[in-house]
């Protein structure tokens, strides 16, 4: 095993430990006392870190700036709701304007109880996504992203790279997406899935945020188009979503720097 394997592992290796942690915050309050007392010490002993930390010795590519706003996020101190050391939870993928607007105060006070306590309400198309920045206006640790989600593809012109770029520059928007491809499903012609694909991939490039990335049955797909970068266009996109196996695969030319991979059922 080369240096560079051992680094990977011990980087895995940490992320699971940490991931048992969180498990172990999670279900502390479901567990009898005898159970309880052992996960304790688990819970609590989260050090500070970033996902950047983490997966530094993953990525394989263009060296990438630090995406800026709750992308950058993972568990830290910061946030304390059950004693000193205890991490903070952020959902990094949800769909706030699902609910009503005298539906979302309860879901958001479920959320903090339960210790979420930073959210990212992704879009899906641009009718939808003009209408995330005054929700995350409207609420205190609510952040979004804004583009086109590969269902909607077909449903209306696919906006121009520049109109996407252009809605970054509200504070709270930090990142273009969710965007991708989705063989699954099929709701809208591949060929104009990956054309509006290629949209919010420019339009992450242009604004130098993280692209959310919707991929479902077409990794190889994903890859090729990721891969495929037009001559004089910037940097790849900082947040990849893809599978798990092509998240870690070493030749993957996708950056894992301020990204979370995550998977759907």
């Known amino acids: 095993m080369n240096k560079t394997d051992k680094t990977r592992m011990g980087t895995v290796l940490r992320v699971l430990v940490d991931t048992m942690r969180v498990i172990a915050t999670l279900l502390q309050p479901f567990m009898p006392g005898s159970m309880a007392q052992y996960a304790g010490p688990a819970r609590c002993a989260v ?3 970033t996902i950047e930390a983490l997966a530094a010795p993953l990525a394989n590519g263009i060296h990438l700036p630090a995406p800026r706003g709750v992308f950058r ?10 004693g000193a050391g205890c991490l903070m939870l952020i959902d990094s993928h949800c769909h706030l304007d699902y609910f009503t607007p005298l539906e979302l105060p309860s879901v958001l006070d479920r959320a903090h109880a339960a210790g979420v306590a930073e ?3 992704i879009g899906t198309t641009m009718a939808q996504s003009e209408k995330l920045p005054p929700l995350t206006e409207a609420y205190p640790g ?3 992203t804004i583009g086109v989600h590969p269902h909607h593809a077909a449903e209306a012109p696919i906006p121009a790279p520049e109109t996407l770029a252009a809605m ?3 504070p709270r928007v930090i990142g273009i997406g969710e965007s991708g491809l989705d063989y ?12 509006n694909f290629r949209a919010n991939i420019r339009a992450a490039q242009l604004a130098q945020v993280p692209l959310a990335i919707h991929a479902r049955d077409a990794d190889d797909d994903i890859a090729t188009i990721l891969r495929k970068k037009p ?8 947040c990849c979503t893809v599978s798990v196996r092509r ?5 993957q030319r996708c950056s894992w720097v301020g990204s979370l991979v995550s998977r759907a059922s």
């Open 231 to 238: 001559a004089g266009e910037g940097r790849s996109p900082s």
């Open 142 to 144: 609510i952040w979004c």
């Open 247 to 251: 998240a870690l695969w070493p030749r």
């Open 47 to 49: 050090h500070a870190r």
């Open 73 to 82: 996020v993972t568990w830290s101190h910061q946030w304390n709701p059950g």
């Open 119 to 121: 959210m990212v309400t």
């Open 168 to 170: 970054t520059s509200h």
């Open 184 to 195: 699954f499903y099929d709701r809208s012609p591949r060929d104009v899935q990956a054309e």
